[in-house]
């Protein structure tokens, strides 16, 4: 079987420019966040030579705008720097990458970003001023990391500069439609987002012996003739926040109904109106988005941190490396606990959970279509969308993480292979219906 994923070496302005217009489903990528992270140069120093060499190029070159110099002029895109000039400089990175990839993607198209909390806003901004609507925030809510706080001493002890990290922010925006999106979806199959494709399975519902006969979904839940909404047989309606499932995240959610009464109009009853505000407009709801949600963090989707073996799959007879904050220090810290190997074949810093991006891509790629990951790192993207049946385009500057990128996807792409080889064994082996 042809792998069905293309993956590419170099610069992603560069590679995107070599692409037709019009021609991809989706783009889901996790770009640097222009913090320069742990040090690496991929989010700070690489970002600017790049920027200075492109400067240095002719106007007439296809990376150069009508005066020469590269187009978005990042030479400081990447550092940590939240001055209003550096974050200009990152915008400006934001943009030049979200510019391309709107060509690229077909109308309708949907774009989903990481991004970090300090500077989401500006590459929000990049991407919106690219041409994209933003559609929405997904906010991606973690009980692992630690404060990068300066902690002050003496008299001022207790004092520090930063909060406990524990979301990273997700830009989901698309590229304008052609007519409505029945026509956009029907022409180019881009437009909506597949809801049933990511719903949230619940409990099993019991039927309930009080007034209404309605369900339930709790042995004590009470319900009556006010309930407007059923859940819907293939769960939950997916939401904007995605959780861990950390006891510290878990906690912050309460066990009992999400919704405790039922949401009813104006019209206030006997005794008074249900629940602890009134709505109006709102008896023609949408079946699952509101009521029969539990308050517990089962109804958000659920994805941990990225687990050893996920990370290392297909990368075994690669060389272990270091998983430090910069390989290129004197005295790389490492961002693992202490008494753990820190050592990794996939030493990447920033490997996100395969589950986590699968879960992205079937929201926004329509059936048999193809994702775009610009900034591919360790390929969590291209394994994602191999094992979703997605085909995949991959862009990375380094080598290293290419190799690791391409020997993880390969290992998808061959387990992927095998169970459908094995699947249709068994289908052919079946006698034919008398």
């Not at 009464?261 to 709505?279: C, D, H, L, Q, R």
Request: net charge neutral.
């Amino acid at each position: 079987m042809t792998p069905d994923y293309t993956l590419h070496l170099g610069d992603c302005l560069e590679v995107m420019r070599s692409m037709p217009d019009n021609s991809i489903d989706s783009v889901v990528t996790d770009p640097p966040y222009g913090i320069r992270f742990m040090g690496k140069a991929w989010d700070g120093k690489d970002i600017e030579d790049r920027a200075a060499q492109r400067a240095r190029k002719p106007s007439r070159d296809s990376a150069c705008g009508a005066t020469g110099g590269h187009r978005s002029v990042a030479a400081e895109a990447g550092k940590y720097d939240l001055t209003p000039s550096g974050m200009r400089a990152f915008q400006e990175f934001s943009f030049a990458w979200a510019a391309e990839a709107f060509r690229v993607l077909k109308p309708g198209g949907h774009l989903v970003s990481f991004a970090s909390p300090r500077t989401y806003h500006h590459m929000a901004v990049g991407i919106e001023m690219a041409g994209f609507e933003i559609r929405d925030q997904i906010m991606w809510v973690f009980g692992s990391g630690f404060p990068k706080s300066h902690n002050l001493k003496g008299e001022h002890e207790g004092w520090g500069t930063a909060l406990k990290p524990a979301h990273e922010p997700i830009c989901m925006a698309r590229k304008p439609m052609t007519g409505s999106v029945a026509q956009n979806v029907a022409q180019y199959g881009t437009g909506a987002i597949h809801i049933d494709a990511c719903r949230i399975a619940g409990e099993e519902m019991r039927p309930n012996t009080g007034a209404g006969g309605l369900p339930r979904r709790q042995a004590d839940e009470q319900r009556g003739p006010g309930i407007l909404t059923q859940p819907h047989a293939g769960g939950r309606w997916p939401a904007n926040l995605i959780h861990d499932g950390s006891r510290e995240v878990v906690a912050l959610f309460t066990a009992e109904a999400g919704a405790a009464a039922p949401v009813k109009g104006t019209e206030p009853t006997a005794n008074g109106f249900s629940g602890a505000v009134a709505y109006s407009g709102m008896l023609q709801r949408v079946a699952g988005v509101f009521h029969n949600d539990t308050g517990s963090a089962a109804r958000f989707f659920y994805c941990a941190k990225t687990s050893r073996k996920d990370r290392n799959e297909g990368c075994e007879h690669m060389e272990r490396k270091p998983l430090n904050w910069s390989s290129g220090d004197a005295n790389p810290g490492s961002f693992q606990s202490e008494g753990t190997d820190k050592t990794s074949p996939n030493n990447h810093p920033t490997v996100k959970p395969t589950d986590l991006m699968a879960y992205l891509i079937r929201l926004v790629t329509p059936p048999g279509g193809t994702a775009l990951d610009p900034f591919m790192g360790s390929g969590s993207t291209g394994k994602a969308a191999i094992r979703e049946g997605f085909r995949f385009i991959g862009c990375e500057l380094s080598p290293e993480y290419l190799a690791i990128a391409e020997a993880r996807i390969a290992h998808e792409q061959s387990r992927v292979t095998a169970e459908s080889s094995q699947l249709d064994i068994f289908n052919d082996s079946k006698e034919p219906a008398a």
